[in-house]
């Protein structure tokens, strides 16, 4: 089977979990015998590129001349059975499903944001979730906003290129959700059911996990949208100590929010950012990890990496965020309210939900308030041992590479030999 891997990089200045899945997926669908032809661009061209080439950088997210003649030539020579595409901006453009299917070449499509509809992809404005620009031709609230590169001209290209290319966005053969939220969403734009295939991300296998450890993890980007200062607020409804430590690792601009919490409370630890070896410990030394997004985050790579640790996870009843806990199903029935988990100890097992908490497979998801929050810290300490084992399996059977590249394999598989039925 031979595949082109369509993707124009972000910059390298730019920390991008996508760079790294796209990354991971070529290597491992190469060591599964796939021929991968990658067809990469990034962003870090823009600054060495020719005066021609940048004047026609406004119009190459709608169009990319260039682009489309390379990619022309490449299928020409390879006759590929697919073409996977990532994220087309401002390299490639949507443009490339029309070129794939002028050469009669299927497309598929991993929705990594919300970028059909939304200019910025994150669903996301001045602090609080935003779909203004759902439903809409032309994104016109994205431009008043400036929400793409807080420019106003540039918001107004991009809601441009969405409202160009619904008509391309609807033609491509098979969408790839990382979780249930994002087939929702697509659903939403319009895209049939029987396009869209709910395939996550993979994470490497660490190998069997340490034994629990003690206390909470919050690793992440310390921005607004990853829900630090829910946190802290939850977190200060508890006597110093009653939780254990509550670990904060990462950077951004509200690293100085960590500092502070830590400087104020002895059981508030700031980590800093940690490399790949301090990651598996932080891990190791917690035993429940923390995703308190305020946004429809769409998959946190750290829930993933919680679970092949072994660790269950807390978060946010948001995004891919349930789905990666596995809470997205049935609703358990709640409880009357925060006091009936006062009693809880850790260890002792299964204890009922309060108000506005779900239990999942491999952990909880809350609503995003600070008093639903805070009653779900001591309930998340007490079960965090008998959801450790869930945990892991979860990420043996859904997350594990093995298991993501046959399932990608099998999506190639189902459209080669040519244009899926519209």
Not at 255 to 261: G, K, M, N, S, Y
Request: net charge positive; hydrophobic share 40%.
């Amino acid at each position: 089977m031979r595949i082109v891997v369509a993707h124009n990089r972000y910059r390298e200045a730019q920390p991008s979990g996508e760079n790294t899945i796209v990354d991971a997926e070529i290597a491992q669908l190469t060591a599964a015998g796939v021929e991968v032809l990658p067809f990469l661009r990034s962003s870090d061209e823009i600054p060495s590129m020719s005066k021609p080439a940048k004047a026609l950088l406004p119009i190459s997210p709608i169009w990319a001349p260039k682009a489309q003649h390379d990619l022309d030539r490449l299928l020409t020579a390879h006759r590929p059975d697919v073409l996977h595409l990532h994220n087309p901006y401002p390299l490639l453009s949507p443009w490339v499903v029309r070129t794939a299917h002028k050469r009669g070449v299927p497309v598929v499509q991993t929705v990594h944001n919300y970028r059909q509809v939304c200019s910025s992809g994150l669903y996301f404005r001045d602090g609080v979730i935003c779909q203004d620009c759902r439903g809409r031709t032309l994104g016109v609230p994205a431009i008043v906003h400036r929400c793409y590169r807080n420019s106003r001209v540039q918001s107004a290209l991009m809601a441009t290129t969405l409202a160009v290319h619904r008509p391309t966005w609807k033609s491509v053969d098979r969408y790839i959700a990382l979780t249930t939220a994002v087939a929702d969403h697509l659903r939403d734009y319009g895209i049939p059911d029987e396009r869209i295939v709910v395939k996550p991300n993979a994470v490497p296998d660490p190998g069997t996990p340490a034994p629990s450890g003690n206390g909470f993890l919050f690793m992440g980007r310390l921005s607004p949208e990853k829900g630090l200062d829910l946190l802290l607020a939850a977190w200060r409804r508890h006597p110093v100590g009653a939780l254990g430590p509550l670990r904060i690792a990462g950077d951004g601009e509200l690293r100085p929010l960590a500092e502070a919490a830590a400087a104020e409370r002895p059981d508030v630890l700031y980590l800093g950012q940690l490399d790949r070896s301090g990651v598996r410990t932080a891990l190791a030394d917690s035993s429940v990890v923390l995703a308190t997004s305020t946004w429809h985050d769409v998959l946190p790579t750290v829930i993933i990496e919680a679970l092949a640790a072994g660790r269950p996870v807390l978060g946010t009843a948001l995004g891919g965020i349930p789905y990666l806990v596995g809470a997205d199903g049935p609703r358990e029935p709640a409880g009357t309210g925060p006091a009936e988990v006062a009693t809880a100890a850790p260890g002792h097992g299964r204890v009922a939900l309060p108000s506005g908490v779900q239990r999942g497979e491999a952990g909880w998801v809350v609503a995003p308030e600070v008093d639903v929050l805070a009653a779900a810290l001591p309930l998340a300490a007490a079960e965090a041992g008998t959801l450790a084992g869930p945990a892991r399996s979860r990420y043996e059977r859904t997350f594990h590479p093995d298991v993501i590249t046959k399932r990608l394999i099998d999506i190639y598989a189902g459209l080669a030999g040519g244009r899926s039925a519209r």
